[in-house]
């Protein structure tokens, strides 16, 4: 693992045993052998290994895949995996910046939704999302409605909000509290996930869980303070549940 992987590189087991095919059954990753690990960075696969190598060990999951950093990527690299793989599930993990309290530093947190801030036109206080502008960022099909800036994922939790920039200072932040006073957190890969996800494969939406350990205080720029292998290490006991 490691540098030997560049971005996108999948790791597969061979085939699970029959028997080992399990239903999902909570906010703890169960089917393992059905499901789709996605890292959104070399750097998160990394610590990861080095802090718990068995949480990301190839051997453990369906496939584990490093699918790049913002939406974008993350949404186009999980397109094409799910017609790859077909997974059951999809777990997308790594670091966040917290919404709450610095006391949030270095621990973990499960999302019950994720949304999606910066889509839409303006910016600043002049910036209207897709609801105002009456469009949503897919029409949906038979198998699941319009999405417009939320999802739901598989567990229960608060929201998660996915935007293209982190928060820059204080007035960036409060700013997209005031938006989505209801999340608890940010990061850069979520929405993306969850709405390639919701798209299918043609046969259904798949279940995401986002398990992010908190990094830092959302709009804290400064990567010395950053707390990653801690909140890696309580990324690895949620995976290794």
């Not at 718990?52 to 496939?63: C, I, K, L, Q, S």
């Not at 017609?83 to 919404?99: D, K, Q, R």
């Not at 609801?131 to 608060?158: K, Y």
């Not at 990061?187 to 995401?208: H, K, N, R, S, Y």
């Amino acid at each position: 693992m490691g540098a030997r992987h560049p971005p996108g590189a999948i790791h597969m087991p061979a085939a699970p045993r029959a028997d080992a095919l399990t239903a999902y059954s909570g906010p703890m990753v169960r089917d393992t052998q059905t499901t789709l690990l996605c890292l959104p960075t070399q750097l998160e696969l990394l610590r990861l290994t080095a802090l718990a190598p068995a949480a990301v060990d190839p051997e453990r999951w369906g496939a584990v895949a490093v699918i790049g950093f913002g939406p974008v990527a993350a949404a186009a690299s999980v397109s094409r995996l799910l017609h790859e793989h077909a997974p059951t599930h999809i777990v997308l993990a790594g670091i966040a910046g917290s919404y709450g309290p610095a006391s949030e530093i270095g621990t973990a947190m499960t999302f019950g939704s994720i949304a999606m801030d910066g889509v839409g036109a303006g910016e600043g206080a002049a910036f209207v999302g897709p609801s105002t502008m009456g469009f949503p960022q897919w029409e949906g099909n038979t198998n699941h409605g319009a999405v417009v800036d939320r999802l739901t994922l598989a567990d229960d939790g608060p929201q998660l909000l996915t935007v293209a920039a982190a928060a820059e200072g204080k007035a960036m932040l409060a700013a997209r509290r005031r938006r989505f006073p209801d999340a608890a957190a940010e990061d850069m890969e979520g929405f993306g996930v969850a709405l390639a996800a919701a798209m299918g494969t043609g046969i259904g939406a798949v279940p995401v869980s986002i398990y992010r350990g908190i990094s830092n205080v959302a709009g804290n720029r400064d990567p010395k303070t950053w707390k990653i292998d801690d909140a890696l290490a309580a990324v690895a006991e949620s995976l290794l549940g």
